[in-house]
């Protein structure tokens, strides 16, 4: 279903959604009534998020949770599984070994973030690393929001809601709280995770670009309701909770909503479908021209998270240094690459690889990058086609963990070392 935070309704049943009530005293096919909460009851209406899941069975429906693991995930940035660095970081791809005989939720690395899931606070960024699809199991995260990116394969993702299918640059958000199960048709995959613990992503304002362009709403998609009517089978449930794992077992399918209606849904986004908007006279623009959605913090025009593309599209800028400039973020800029080259990097940036680049820590375009720009020819040209690459950019001190750490490429820093020095003190305007 096509739209951004609509209302939406939703049966797989004809008539399964109880008429003009929410909780009556016996709901069509002997469904249960369950509310599903995205804020608190009492936020004010233009924020608040939930939905009504008539289900088989009610989700409470199962054993205790007992802790699960092990697993490679942080949830407080301040624990000493983190490492603080103002260094350039960057990695190569994630190794699909990490992956091997996992699936998506024992394949989830935290490779940064910052803050704390306890006090909903913060963000986390993980890759994932998997080669098995969930078999009678479902995940849900108590701590925040996931946006997933596949980098490799495509994810066909079960959820309370219904089907999602997300190939490589599409991405898809699944909210607190929301239990998916993760297929890989496409076998071994990888991708990346960013979490946000407080507040909900939204489409950025546009202000004088007007009413339309970046990610339009209606390119959002949202799944119909799809169930299962599995009884006396074991499900394991696996919850994220404070950055732990826990594990509850059932004898449902937790995939049994027959009908819903609300705006707390996951939804997808195919990034294909992102109206680019740049210069067309002169200047590098800031990337904030390309973010598809953000999550904002209680600082006006201050993200916690923004989730940023470098898309395909022409580059037209008049006497202009072309590629991204050399600068000091107020920001943590995480990259990562879905697909090609990115702009800035002539090599060691790499599909399925990383970077990290924190608060006030220099950075720019590597020294090969520089070097052929003085000699560009400033035609209109396409750039970054069959490419890419993306950006999480917060407004938080992002921390890398220490297994981020450890598998980091060493020696970035020298991809900047061998920029010209090319000051004339007897420079003469022409
Ligand atoms: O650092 C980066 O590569 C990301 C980035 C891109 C750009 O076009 C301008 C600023 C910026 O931080
Ligand atoms: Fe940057």
């Not at 936020?43 to 693991?69: C, D, K, M, T």
């Not at 339009?216 to 394991?236: G, Q, W």
């Not at 970077?355 to 820590?361: D, E």
Request: with cysteine; charged share 20%; proline share 8%.
């Amino acid at each position: 279903m096509p739209g951004f935070g609509n209302e939406f309704s939703s049966e797989a049943l004809p008539n399964a959604l109880p008429k003009g009530q929410n909780t009556p005293q016996v709901c069509p096919y002997g469904l249960y009534a369950e509310q599903l909460s995205g804020t608190a009851f009492t936020v004010a209406r233009h924020g608040n998020q939930r939905s009504w899941l008539y289900r088989i069975r009610p989700s409470v429906q199962h054993r205790p949770f007992e802790p699960y693991g092990p697993h490679h995930l942080v949830g407080d940035f301040r624990s000493d599984k983190t490492q603080l660095t103002p260094n350039q970081l960057r990695w190569l791809p994630f190794s699909m070994e990490h992956g091997k005989d996992k699936d998506f939720v024992d394949g989830l690395y935290t490779v940064a973030g910052a803050g704390d899931a306890g006090m909903r606070e913060g963000i986390a960024i993980h890759t994932y690393i998997c080669d098995k699809s969930m078999h009678r199991r479902a995940f849900y995260n108590a701590d925040g929001d996931f946006l997933i990116v596949p980098q490799q394969g495509r994810l066909e993702i079960q959820t309370e809601f219904g089907w999602l299918d997300v190939p490589p640059n599409q991405i898809c958000v699944i909210q607190r709280g929301i239990r998916f199960a993760v297929n890989l048709p496409d076998g071994p995959s990888r991708g990346y995770v960013l979490e946000v613990y407080s507040g909900h992503f939204t489409l950025p304002d546009l202000g004088p670009i007007g009413a339309n362009g970046l990610a339009n709403a209606r390119d959002f998609l949202t799944p119909v309701a799809a169930f299962e009517d599995k009884d006396e089978v074991d499900y394991i449930i696996i919850n994220k909770y404070e950055g732990e794992l826990f594990a509850a077992v059932q004898t449902h399918s937790p995939f049994d909503v027959v009908a819903w209606h609300g705006n707390y849904a996951p939804y997808k986004y195919d990034l294909a479908n992102f109206c680019v908007v740049n210069s067309v006279s002169y200047d590098h623009l800031d990337p904030s021209i390309f973010t598809v959605l953000t999550c904002q913090s209680a600082r006006p025009g201050t993200a916690i998270a923004d989730f940023v593309i470098f898309p395909p599209r022409w580059a037209v800028q008049e006497h202009t240094f072309r590629p991204p400039y050399f600068h000091r973020n107020a920001m943590s800029e995480f990259m990562g690459l879905i697909l090609g080259e990115y702009e800035a990097k002539a090599k060691g940036f790499l599909p399925g690889g990383a970077s990290l680049h924190s608060i006030m820590t220099p950075h720019g375009p590597d020294a090969t990058t520089v070097a052929g720009v003085a000699s560009a020819n400033l035609k209109p040209v396409r750039v970054a086609d069959g490419t890419q690459a993306f950006m999480f950019e917060s407004c938080l001190m992002v921390r890398p963990t220490r297994w981020g750490l450890q598998h980091q490429e060493h020696e970035y820093w020298e991809a900047w070392q061998p920029i010209k020095k090319t000051f004339d003190p007897n420079w003469k305007p022409e």
